[in-house]
């Protein structure tokens, strides 16, 4: 099932980073300004799944928003962006209806990945996980080639024989759990791999500037998760 999801979308357009990015997790986006009206407006236009924007100033009309939300469209999962960690603040915008707070400043791969699990927790259940152990090691998780870096992780956790295949196959894989193409996973991943190589990347304790083959670069990341995970229990 292809989910839909509403994203406001502010001054920063940061609502269509976030759009584009959710797209590699299969769901549709509509991006639209982040008025609350427009918000109202779009959301009764069609149906969608979910709904993302960012409150920066948490004021009533906020909190009168989420419950018309949550009034008029029972199914739907809100996801309010805000700016603060007040508990009181989070507990009210719960209260009102809202799914989860997602505070800023966030790691756009954080919030797409969470909000995936939210909708397909057996699809997504390891990926947060991922996306932290690869950016601890200093893997560049603002391009496209790390969304596509964890879900070779995530494959060959899956399917050890995943990395038995040719690398035109992993890609092709990649490609399909993604909604991309084997021209885009290969090209994403290469830019970014020679990004992070350029600058550095920590691999089993080591800074590591020596560029590494995507497939072997996969195995030894997959190894190196599981004895991580092992080490966490």
Known sequence: MKYKLLIGDNIDKLGKKLANTFKLFGFDTVCCSNYLN???ENLEKEHFDGCVFFAISVRETV????????EKFSHLRIYPIITTDSTEVISKLMNCGATYCIIMPYLCYSVCIDIAWDFNPDKYSIMPEIADFLHQRKFPYTMLGFYFLCCGIDTALE???FLLY???EIYNTIARKMNSTYENVEHA???MLSNAFRKGVVINGQLETR???NKE?????TEEFIKSSENNL
């Open 38 to 40: 427009v918000l109202e």
């Open 159 to 161: 399917n050890p024989d």
């Open 166 to 168: 040719s690398s035109t």
């Open 63 to 70: 909190f009168d928003f989420i419950r018309k939300c949550r």
């Open 189 to 191: 991943l290469r830019v």
């Open 211 to 213: 560029r590494i083959r």
């Open 217 to 221: 670069l996969i195995t030894i990341l």
